[in-house]
């Protein structure tokens, strides 16, 4: 809860309820990033612009993980992905997924439209 903290409420509540429609054990990695997280994923190439999602908190960026909790699901992106969309179109929230994305594929990242 502390990473979505800052986060805008829909988005919020499209994770939570994503959270009571699976049993795929899942974690916010980052929600709302500062600027200077965002300059350094960039030099790292993590990121391709300085327009972040991130920096609204309009964006979170969630890792699937192994049953026990111990190593992200490296597999389970697509599952968590689906589960997410039916959460938003639940809610009647539009996201976007960076798995679909052609350019840069963000397979963690879900944002706002």
Not at 28 to 35: A, W
Not at 75 to 82: D, H, P, S, T, V
Not at 91 to 106: A, E, H, M, R, S
């Amino acid at each position: 809860m502390k990473r979505l903290e800052g986060v805008k409420c829909q988005l919020v509540a499209v994770v939570m309820r994503a959270a009571q429609l699976t049993d795929i054990p899942f974690n916010v990695n980052e929600g709302v990033r500062t600027i200077e997280r965002q300059r350094q994923l960039l030099a790292l190439g993590k990121s391709h612009t300085m327009q972040s999602k991130h920096l609204t908190g309009e964006a979170v960026d969630l890792y699937p993980l192994t049953q026990d909790r111990k190593a992200v699901d490296w597999k389970g992106f697509e599952r968590l992905a689906a589960v997410m969309k039916q959460a938003a179109q639940e809610l009647g929230t539009k996201i976007q997924w960076g798995g679909d994305w052609v350019k840069f594929i963000d397979k963690p990242h879900f944002e706002l439209c």
